[in-house]
T-cell receptor, first 115, second 115 residues
Framework: AQKVTQAQTEISVVEKEDVTLDCVYETRDTTYYLFWYKQPPSGELVFLIRRNSFDEQNEISGRYSWNFQKSTSSFNFTITASQVVDSAVYFCALSDYSSASKIIFGSGTRLSIRP | GAVVSQHPSRVICKSGTSVKIECRSLDFQATTMFWYRQFPKQSLMLMATSNEGSKATYEQGVEKDKFLINHASLTLSTLTVTSAHPEDSSFYIC???????????FGSGTRLTVV
């Protein structure tokens, strides 16, 4: 069975601090996708990244970076120099490699950035 | 890019009435639609998968007769909450797979409040 664990329920940091959101996943599939989504208070899901299981290269996009380690089944997300606008709930998610498969979400991490 | 239009965004209904939520794919054909439910401060849980032209597949524990799903065409999937009760109050969001660079397109969600 597939499972995504986000052990950090809530994180609060002061603006400009770096913050890392942890994600650990379980799957028996050898090929799969991993995702991160942002959910602001309005509720819509904002796509941040999709990574396939073949590609373990770390990725950086502006202040965001992702560290994918198959050896530890982790896909952690780091925000550098956090800003108040980064405050939201962040979900890590997993799907198998089919283009029509469901996404399994983690429980989410509520991130609060204090000015 | 691919867009899924979800309506209504918010609805308040009286206990015992039924509510219909629509998800339309605006510029692509969605043969499959996933329906998720999110209780306050919780994760998104998959309720069911609708497929155009066939019966929906429900996740374990989801009442088929209470949450009626219809996928009438390649661009429209609907979720009807029948005889709604306060415990059905939640955020419902649909998702079509296989579109866009990241593989999934989400609707903007419907916040249902049953009073």
């Amino acid at each position: 069975a597939q499972k995504v664990t986000q052990a950090q329920t809530e994180i609060s940091v002061v603006e400009k601090e770096d913050v890392t959101l942890d994600c650990v996943y379980e799957t028996r599939d050898t090929t799969y996708y991993l995702f991160w989504y942002k959910q602001p208070p309005s509720g819509e899901l904002v796509f941040l990244i999709r990574r396939n299981s073949f590609d373990e290269q770390n990725e950086i996009s502006g202040r965001y970076s992702w560290n994918f380690q198959k050896s530890t089944s982790s896909f952690n997300f780091t925000i550098t120099a956090s800003q108040v606008v980064d405050s939201a709930v962040y979900f890590c998610a997993l799907s198998d490699y089919s283009s029509a498969s469901k996404i399994i979400f983690g429980s989410g991490t509520r991130l609060s950035i204090r000015p | 890019g691919a867009v899924v239009s979800q309506h209504p965004s918010r609805v308040i209904c009286k206990s015992g009435t039924s509510v219909k939520i629509e998800c339309r794919s605006l510029d692509f054909q969605a043969t499959t639609m996933f329906w998720y439910r999110q209780f306050p401060k919780q994760s998104l849980m998959l309720m069911a998968t609708s497929n155009e032209g066939s019966k929906a597949t429900y996740e374990q524990g989801v009442e088929k007769d209470k949450f009626l799903i219809n996928h009438a065409s390649l661009t429209l999937s609907t979720l009807t909450v029948t005889s709604a009760h306060p415990e059905d109050s939640s955020f419902y969001i649909c998702s079509a797979p296989g579109q866009g660079g990241y593989g999934y397109t989400f609707g903007s969600g419907t916040r249902l409040t049953v009073v």
